[in-house]
């Protein structure tokens, strides 16, 4: 019972941080300047933000094993997205860098694999992807 108990608060947990880290962003691209540059890099940090909330609660309707993995691999690929376009707006001094930085953490934290995914070679499968600074295994 504690194990299920664990595993629902974790998944409460992360499910809460997925939104935070949405309306974080949501909150940083509503202070970018409104030229056409800041828009279309805005539009594109939007949809990869809300694509990992998308793909999320895609998983926990997942049909088999192999789609609830495919989600949380679509997850991480949409969290990749957001650190280019997080990128962009620092180094082009679009954004404040404080609040970039922050929100770059917020994107994978400390995972100590710089891909935020393992996969076991025999199996060709991926066996643990790092979203949000929660960890998954498969």
Request: proline share 2%; with cysteine.
């Amino acid at each position: 019972m504690k194990v299920q108990n664990d595993k629902a608060k974790f998944k409460d947990e992360f499910n809460k941080q997925v939104c935070r880290f949405a309306l974080d962003v949501i909150a940083f691209v509503d202070r970018l300047p409104g030229e056409q540059t800041s828009r279309i890099i805005t539009d594109q940090l939007l949809r990869s933000t809300t694509s990992i909330g998308a793909n999320v609660i895609e998983a926990q309707a997942a049909s088999s094993r192999k789609d609830y993995t495919n989600f949380f691999t679509n997850a991480l690929k949409s969290a990749n997205g957001c650190k280019i376009w997080l990128g962009l707006f620092g180094d082009s001094g679009r954004g404040d860098r404080e609040t970039i930085n922050k929100l770059l953490k917020g994107s994978h934290g400390d995972c100590e694999d710089p891909r935020h995914q393992r996969v076991d070679p025999e199996r060709e499968e991926v066996t643990h992807v790092c979203i949000l600074n929660c960890h998954f295994d498969f």
